[in-house]
């Protein structure tokens, strides 16, 4: 099936001169409402023009999280946190061994078109995954990407990444979340992105047989975003508000 999506999945690069983006990645497992304010708190600021566009890469310990087309009924299990989310999408999960990113991009000064900006994530992952000889795909019906499974079935494929976006005054926040070691049966706590079909699971890097380091994820995921977004230059942790010193903030909200 086309997908017209693959249309779309050219550069993001801005019209006119940016400040190279920042590239932060947080040593430590970060926890939701804390990771929450900081996007918050920097989305404010590049569309006030006081900050410059960030990436921020991290990992949170075990929790779900619930996009604002989440079913209640997906919800199999609540087997860890569970947080409401303002980002777009339904139910996922995120943990150790998990690749967040999260991208703070302004698109009023890139391209003010969220079918656009949403292949053009898919495009950073599946260059990212490239480098690993791996072939991520899109499908037209599911957002995020995917790798075929053959040797499962007919028709049979797994999702390596998924994708979960929100924008205000044409700043997004939320991103990706890459698999790449996490432990996969956390994810039937609940029905990933509200695909129930029995043919569609749920994979890793490490599930295909890649012993990627987190580190060379990350250094793939840089080379692919500056080839999709521009360039990047790396920021300290320090340079998010509060980062270093407030302590993992783990209590849940109500969920939608």
Not at 51 to 60: C, D, G, M, S, T
Not at 70 to 85: G, K, M, N, T, Y
Not at 129 to 151: M, N, Q, S, T, Y
Request: proline share 7%; hydrophobic share 45%.
């Amino acid at each position: 099936m086309v997908n017209a999506r693959d249309g779309l999945a050219g550069g993001l690069k801005p019209a006119d001169a940016l400040d190279p983006v920042e590239w932060v990645v947080s040593a430590r497992p970060v926890g939701y409402p804390q990771a929450v304010a900081v996007m918050n708190a920097r989305a404010a600021a590049i569309a006030a023009g006081t900050a410059p566009e960030l990436v921020w890469l991290i990992e949170h310990p075990p929790l779900y999280t619930s996009g604002t087309s989440a079913q209640p009924a997906d919800l199999i299990e609540a087997r860890f946190p569970v947080f409401a989310s303002g980002r777009g999408g339904q139910f996922t999960y995120h943990g150790p061994g998990q690749r967040v990113a999260y991208a703070m991009l302004d698109l009023k000064r890139r391209a003010p078109d969220v079918r656009r900006y949403v292949a053009s994530l898919e495009e950073w992952i599946i260059r990212a995954l490239a480098a690993f000889g791996v072939a991520g795909e899109r499908r037209e019906d599911r957002v995020g990407v995917w790798i075929a499974r053959p040797e499962r079935g007919a028709g049979h494929e797994d999702k390596i990444a998924a994708i979960g976006i929100r924008l205000r005054h044409w700043v997004s926040l939320h991103g990706i979340a890459l698999n790449v070691a996490p432990d996969l049966s956390h994810f039937t706590g609940i029905v990933p992105c509200g695909v129930a079909d029995a043919r569609y699971g749920v994979t890793s890097l490490a599930d295909l047989g890649i012993g990627a380091t987190m580190a060379e994820v990350d250094a793939a995921l840089r080379r692919a975003f500056e080839g999709v977004y521009g360039a990047t230059i790396v920021a300290p942790e320090a340079a998010l508000p509060n980062i270093a010193d407030e302590p993992l903030n783990q209590h849940p909200v109500a969920t939608d």
